[in-house]
């Protein structure tokens, strides 16, 4: 279960990575580059020990979580539903984390 987890949060990280590279167009560049570096954590996180694994995993998770929503908010472009389904994915990876 333990690798299972930390693959699908890679693939979260990469997702979130691959998202940044596609939206170079807004003039939010800061956030792109904080939301690349806790993806760059989270990836790393998945090579640690366990306990310093689910601490960087859910300090990245709430940090994705908390980027998506100031990027909503800065460029006036906020769905309520997104949001709403990114926290309870979010609220369900640290469930997996905190319960494996």
Known sequence: MALIIRVLLAIYASLMMLATWQTKK???SWLNYLT?????VLLVATFLAWPNFVILSILSLVAFQILAVV???LLHDFHWQHHLVRFVV????????VWA
């Open 36 to 40: 690349n570096l806790v993806a760059i």
């Open 26 to 28: 807004t003039n939010l």
């Open 90 to 97: 979010t609220i369900a990876f640290i469930e997996l984390l």
């Open 71 to 73: 990027r909503g908010l």
